[in-house]
């Protein structure tokens, strides 16, 4: 069930739109996303049950769900495959390896969430869902999108990367340079005035910043404190 989706939702899902609620049956029960508001939520298409490279997605999220949890991000698996496939899959995997899938696995056997969320359109090679990430925030905003083929897995520790990246730039107001891992200098926002520009360019460490200009700006995370209401 789809839940208070208008015309400009459905026409144009992208990063900054509030992520489109609906109320689906899970391999956990009902579920409806707006339950985890409050938390992160890590959305995620597969292209079908009992297919290898999707088995070994399902294996890796499930080992790295501590880490998920640690970072108050919600697991939420989805395929156009129905309930009792999905039961009998993860049955299989839990069979094969041990592992309850500590995460609910949305059946979407009309395809109706898949389109909501563009998973599904007439571009993609495949009529199905391939492997599509929604990374939202707990406002329920839509804060990064990635799509992979149906032949490539996703990289776990990257995801947990980008979480990691996306939750100091939203408690800090920062940016993260290319290939940031946790604990390096974060960019800080541009200066707003002349005299902080002129600051930044002559005197940076006094400001506890390493500028190579004065519009690009490095900072430690331990220098710097978190935006209100954070
Ligand atoms: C797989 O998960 O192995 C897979 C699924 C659909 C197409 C190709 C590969």
Redesign the pocket.
């Known amino acids: 069930m789809i839940n208070n989706i208008d015309n400009e939702q459905r026409q144009c899902l992208t990063i900054g739109r509030i992520a489109p609620d609906f109320t689906a049956m899970t391999t956990e029960g009902p579920i409806t996303l707006s339950q985890y508001r409050g938390r992160w939520v890590l959305f995620f298409s597969?292209?079908?049950d009992f297919?290898?490279?999707?088995?070994?997605?399902f294996i890796a999220f499930a080992r790295l769900q501590p880490e998920f949890e640690k970072r108050n991000v919600q697991l939420l698996g989805i395929s156009i495959d129905s309930n009792p496939a999905h039961l009998g899959w993860l049955y299989d995997i839990f069979k094969m390896t041990g592992i309850v899938m500590p995460f609910p696995l949305v059946a979407d056997r009309d395809a109706q969430i898949a389109a909501l969320y563009g998973m599904v359109n007439p571009d993609r090679i495949?009529e199905?869902s391939?492997r599509d990430v929604f990374i939202i925030d707990p406002n329920q905003r839509i804060r990064a999108i990635l799509i992979y083929p149906?032949?490539n897995?996703r990289n776990m520790y990257e995801l947990l990367r980008l979480i990691d990246a996306l939750q100091v730039s939203t408690t800090y107001g920062v940016s993260t340079p290319a290939d940031w891992m946790p604990g390096d200098p974060v960019i800080v926002p541009v200066a707003n005035t002349l005299d902080e520009a002129i600051a930044r360019g002559m005197e940076p460490e006094s400001l506890e910043m390493n500028c190579l200009a004065w519009w690009y700006c490095f900072a430690d995370l331990s220098e710097l404190t978190p935006l209100p209401n954070q």
């Open positions: 597969h292209p079908g297919t290898p490279v999707c088995t070994s997605e495949y199905q391939v149906a032949t897995g």
